[in-house]
């Protein structure tokens, strides 16, 4: 069972550059999510999804966008990239909201230089 | 915006203490979920709590969720070098979205 799984797991982009963060989920989970972590910090919560088609901000969504398709793919595309959004960015997936526990993948560590 | 806070934000133990952390909201939850995450690693889930006062064990690990629904704890008795990470709580106010606290990370030295 792969449960939810990221790629790339380590990328280095230049200012400017853009990307997309592919997150893919095997568990037919209607919630996903995106969040970073910054080093010794928590996580942000920067764009979730309720089920295919439909997207909404969280804390954190500028510079970012998602979109979902399906309910297996929930990817994040970085346009732009800048020096702050360096991070480790996860993926994770919840069979509903709240009182469901999230499954995160092993995350993408990008460096912005 | 709700907030969740935890204390310490940083400890240090030898094997074999106990170790507790703290997390408080600045607003009233409906549940609340612990997380895991080892050096390097992601996230694991843990466990919830949804009733008032409400107190789980997991072997060496005891949840507690407080009266008012604003506080929860975590308490490891006896610490293991296995038990090193950060552990965040979740909470969740009525249909919103879980909002992670600022996490504790605990160092365990054999």
């Known amino acids: 069972n792969a449960g939810v799984t990221q790629t790339p797991k380590f990328r280095i982009l230049k200012i400017g550059q853009s990307m997309t963060l592919q997150c893919t989920q095997d568990?037919?989970?209607?919630?996903m999510y995106w969040y970073r972590q910054d080093p010794g910090m928590g996580l942000k919560l920067i764009y979730y999804s309720v089920g295919a088609g439909i997207t909404d901000k969280g804390e954190v969504p500028n510079g970012y966008n998602v979109s979902r398709s399906t309910t297996e793919d929930f990817p994040l595309r970085l346009e732009l990239a800048a020096p702050s959004q360096t991070s480790v960015y996860f993926c994770?997936?919840?069979?509903?909201?709240?009182?469901?526990?999230?499954?995160f993948g092993d995350g993408t560590r990008l460096s912005i230089l | 915006g709700q907030q969740v806070m935890q204390i310490p934000q940083y400890q240090h133990v030898q094997e074999g203490e106990d170790f507790t952390t703290y997390c408080n909201s600045s607003t009233t939850l409906s549940n609340i979920q612990w997380y895991k995450q080892r050096p390097g690693g992601h996230p694991v889930f843990l466990i919830q709590l949804v009733k008032s006062g409400e107190v789980k064990k997991q072997k060496r690990l005891t949840f507690q969720f407080g009266e008012a629904k604003k506080n929860s704890s975590l308490h490891i008795t006896a610490t293991q070098t296995t038990d090193v990470g950060t552990y965040f709580c979740a909470g969740q106010t009525g249909f919103q979205k879980l909002v992670f606290g600022t996490g504790t990370r605990l160092l365990v030295s054999p």
């Open positions: 994770a997936s919840s069979y509903g909201a709240g009182i469901q526990p999230q499954h």
């Open positions: 568990m037919n989970h209607n919630y």
